[in-house]
């Protein structure tokens, strides 16, 4: 069943119905589907030393990552897979925009003793990487030492993996350059319901309620700013990658929806945030339920359900 217009959204119908007559196929070739892609980086990237994967917030970069790391070992290659968020510079240190703190842009990050550590492991084989406290807003440098054998790759994933100021350090013949994001949004009734940034929305809402203990009026607080950052600090770079990778999960919304509708319920009418939730509440709640356990264990959108 083709369950995309033309323009390359899903159908929120055409999907429901799938998943009505066929919801353990639908889901299986849904994974099956982004595997694929991993499989065709995997192949891409061998060639490659240094692998640079960008993308927007609540866009699978971390499980892809992972993802194309287990691929990469299994093809009996090794593998060091680097966080660009242990890079973080001290929460006291954070460069100040319109008069606050802001970890969205590409200063946040320590980017000399990024450059200096990834060269380093490109040519000696190994460096010691630092560790961030996000519970403390601390970085803590030379916390962990690896390896990195001379026919090995190095997976760099961050918000700002591909920024020019982070590549333009690096032998431009050894990276190889990767955006990640939801490509397709969803269409109900011969409209668009949900755009790709608003189903990132979705994701991130659901992930900071179990893994930041955040609830939804504060990311949406910020979801604002989030956005603003990333046309200024990660799109622009998005026309430089060699290879884009679509997470969109045709099923996803519908696996979302239980735990959307428990946080998004609770920000209360006095909240300058609540015809938002409400809006958000009313358009997940036309997708079919997907429970947790139809999913398999290693599928991307656990890294948002957790």
């Known amino acids: 069943m083709e369950l995309q217009n033309q323009k390359g959204f899903y159908i929120v119908e055409k999907v429901n119905g799938q998943l009505s007559s066929e919801r353990e196929l639908a889901i299986r070739q849904t994974e099956n589907a982004f595997y694929t892609q991993i499989l065709k980086l995997a192949e891409k990237v061998s060639q490659k030393r240094i692998v640079l994967l960008s993308g927007p917030s609540s866009s699978g970069k971390t499980t892809t990552a992972q993802k194309l790391f287990r691929e990469i070992v299994r093809q009996g290659r090794p593998a060091v897979a680097v966080s660009l968020d242990d890079f973080y510079k001290n929460r006291s240190e954070l460069p100040v925009v319109d008069g606050r703190p802001n970890a969205e842009v590409v200063d946040a990050l320590q980017i000399d003793l990024i450059v200096q550590t990834l060269m380093q492991l490109d040519k000696t084989g190994?460096?010691?990487?630092?560790?961030?406290?996000?519970t403390k807003g601390v970085r803590q440098d030379h916390a962990k030492k690896v390896e990195l054998p001379q026919d090995g790759i190095v997976i760099v994933e961050g918000l700002h993996a591909l920024n020019d100021r982070i590549s333009e350090g690096l032998p431009v013949n050894d990276l190889y350059k990767v955006y990640v994001s939801p490509h397709s949004g969803f269409t109900y009734g011969d409209r668009v319901w949900l755009s790709k940034r608003q189903v990132r929305c979705l994701r991130r809402i659901?992930?900071?309620?179990?893994?930041?203990?955040c609830d939804a009026e504060r990311t949406l607080s910020v979801w604002g700013d989030v956005c603003a950052g990333e046309d200024l600090y990660i799109r622009p770079f998005q026309k430089f990658a060699d290879c884009r990778i679509d997470t969109t999960h045709a099923y996803e919304c519908g696996l979302l929806r239980a735990q959307a509708e428990k946080v998004l319920s609770v920000v209360t009418a006095d909240s300058a945030h609540y015809e938002t939730a409400q809006d958000l509440l009313r358009r997940i709640r036309v997708f079919d339920y997907v429970e947790a356990s139809q999913i398999p264990k290693d599928s991307l959108l656990h890294e948002f359900i957790g």
């Open 126 to 134: 190994e460096a010691e990487l630092p560790v961030f406290d996000f």
């Open 206 to 213: 659901v992930r900071d309620s179990w893994a930041r203990d």
